[in-house]
């Protein structure tokens, strides 16, 4: 069982300590009353390992030291902030479930082989799992959800979504989200719907379909657009992130929200008493 080293206080592991989102992490923790940073991951061999995380971020010694001993870190705390990659955050899930500690799972791109693993660890701990934990996107699933409802298939559903050239995964887990949500609306299951990497004489599109469209460039943060295009006119929702700390802020809500909770999956619409809001 995991264990309070501070009493009053949640002990919180963050994985991925070197990446962008994990230094987020980092930061606002270290800033956070009534929270504290109880480990650091990374993955073995990195640089970062055996190193004070706070002085590997550049800054004074924040007492952690970033290890990847994952096992030995996830036992001592009461919660896991994870945004790394597929292949790690299944295993973080076995821990973490092991340990009865809530994982927070912000990493995208998993397989559906991976999905299935995650839920089976989700029998024994609760795991809050979202493409996407700021409150603008998941407010604009049930916007999606609600216009998709609303405009029959003489609008056509395009998700248009842009990030930085780092990113690995494509179509986001955000735009993946607002597919499902449009889907939903319309009644469809996303994967007979969905309309990915158009290229060459693809034909003309197919009425229902709901297309996606990824551009990597630059910084950009995460921006996306759900398109609903009908003749003579067109309706835009669309979400702009600007500043990583919008993800962050929703995690750790996340990682607080699901103290206590039974093992079970959750998402961003549990955590943000948002769930059939616009129903
Ligand atoms: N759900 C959401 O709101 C958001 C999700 N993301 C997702 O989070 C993930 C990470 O994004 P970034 O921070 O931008 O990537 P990043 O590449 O900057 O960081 C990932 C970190 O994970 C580490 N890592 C990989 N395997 C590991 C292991 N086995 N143990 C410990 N650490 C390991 C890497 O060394 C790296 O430092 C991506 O899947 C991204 O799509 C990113 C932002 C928001
Ligand atoms: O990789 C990112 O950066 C982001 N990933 C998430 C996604 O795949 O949608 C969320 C956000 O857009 C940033």
Redesign the pocket.
């Known amino acids: 069982m995991s264990e309070t080293a501070t009493p009053g206080t949640t002990g919180i592991v963050v994985t991925g300590a070197s990446g962008?989102?994990g230094q987020m992490l980092i930061r606002l923790i270290s800033e956070t009353r009534g929270v504290r940073l109880a480990g650091a991951l990374e993955r073995a061999g990195h640089d970062w390992i055996g190193q004070d995380v706070g002085a590997a971020m550049g800054g004074g010694d924040l007492g952690v030291t970033v290890s990847d001993d994952a096992l030995e870190v996830i036992a001592h705390a009461q919660a896991v902030i994870d945004f790394t990659a597929p292949a790690a955050s299944v295993e973080f899930a076995d821990l973490a479930a092991q340990a009865r500690t809530v994982h927070v799972i912000?990493t995208?791109?998993f397989a559906p082989q991976d999905l299935s693993r995650i839920k089976a660890a989700a029998r024994h701990a609760a795991i809050v799992r979202a493409?996407?934990?700021s409150m603008g996107?998941n407010l604009l699933t049930q916007l999606t959800r609600q216009v998709a409802a609303a405009l029959d298939e003489d609008f056509d559903i395009e998700i248009v979504?842009a990030?930085?050239n780092?990113?690995v995964?494509a179509p986001?887990?955000?735009?993946l989200?607002l597919g499902e949500a449009a889907a939903e609306g319309r009644g469809l299951s996303l994967d007979a719907a969905s309309d990915r990497g158009r290229d060459g004489i693809t034909g003309k599109r197919k009425r229902g379909d709901i297309g996606f469209t990824a551009i990597r460039g630059g910084d950009i943060?995460?921006e996306?657009d759900v398109l609903f295009a009908g003749a003579g006119e067109r309706v835009t929702l669309r979400h702009v992130?600007t500043d990583?700390a919008v993800?962050a802020r929703g995690a750790l809500k996340a990682a607080l929200w699901g103290q206590g909770r039974p093992p079970g999956e959750y998402d961003m619409l549990d955590v943000l008493g948002m769930r059939g809001a616009s129903a």
């Open positions: 962008r989102m912000g995208t791109g493409g996407n934990m996107v979504e990030h930085h780092q990113k995964d986001s887990g955000t735009a989200m943060v995460g996306h992130a990583r993800f």
